[in-house]
T-cell receptor, first 115, second 112 residues
Framework: SQKIEQNSEALNIQEGKTATLTCNYT??????LQWYRQDPGRGPVFLLL?????KEKRKERLKVTFDTTLKQSLFHITASQPADSATYLC??????????????FGQGTILTVHP | DTAVSQTPKYLVTQMGNDKSIKCEQN?????MYWYKQDSKKFLKIMFS???????INETVPNRFSPKSPDKAHLNLHINSLELGDSAVYFC???????????FGPGTRLTVL
């Protein structure tokens, strides 16, 4: 079965720096991958979706890459701010392309941006 | 306007009881989901319905029974609650196909 790993349980950086989060997966070739943000006591909030034929996607200060050869996605937050502090979840499509929306989530990386 | 709402937000109950969690979405989506997030924060899909039809049914005990009375609602009934059922349960909805999922605020279930 597919396995998904976010390489850091926690990441601490200084304000203004770029945060880079990693998501690795095995035993599967997902058609797309998503990144979500989760704040304490709240539900996950969608950030970006990237398809297997896309190398990179950007949205404001966010950038995600998808390397299907390395089976890895990188998620970058540039010019990070304390308000970016949250848990970031990587999620792989895992429904065999049937479009039923089945996602397998990683365990999350807790990002803390220090002023 | 709340996109995906769940009730109750907190649920504290004794082992062996039966309880239900309700979910409603006003986004016009055809697909709704139930997820369980355990104490280690792993978020795992339990069920998915598309237009009131059960599509995804992961390895979940028979004590858990989802029910979708219409496209906008997906309820979760749990029989004979056990200590291990304690978790946060999230409802979500999306359009069909590769699409972002909209999550509700979660229901924190505590079984004593």
């Amino acid at each position: 079965s597919q396995k998904i790993e976010q390489n850091s349980e926690a990441l601490n950086i200084q304000e203004g720096k770029t945060a880079t989060l990693t998501c690795n997966y095995t035993n599967y070739s997902p058609a797309y991958l998503q990144w979500y943000r989760q704040d304490p006591g709240r539900g996950p909030v969608f950030l970006l979706l990237i398809r297997e034929n896309e190398k990179e996607k950007r949205k404001e200060r966010l950038k995600v890459t998808f390397d299907t050869t390395l089976k890895q996605s990188l998620f970058h937050i540039t010019a990070s701010q304390p308000a970016d502090s949250a848990t970031y979840l990587c999620a792989l499509e895992s429904d065999g392309g049937t479009s039923y929306g089945k996602l397998t989530f990683g365990q999350g990386t807790i990002l803390t941006v220090h002023p | 306007d709340t996109a995906v709402s769940q009730t109750p937000k907190y649920l504290v109950t004794q082992m062996g009881n039966d309880k239900s969690i309700k979910c409603e979405q006003n986004l016009g989506h055809d697909t709704m989901y139930w997820y369980k997030q355990d104490s280690k924060k792993f978020l795992k899909i339990m069920f998915s319905y598309n237009n009131k039809e059960l599509i995804i049914n992961e390895t979940v005990p028979n004590r858990f029974s989802p029910k979708s009375p219409d496209k906008a609602h997906l309820n979760l009934h749990i029989n004979s609650l056990e200590l291990g059922d304690s978790a946060v349960y999230f409802c979500a909805s999306s359009q069909v196909g590769p699409a972002q999922q909209f999550f509700g605020p979660g229901t924190r279930l505590t079984v004593l």
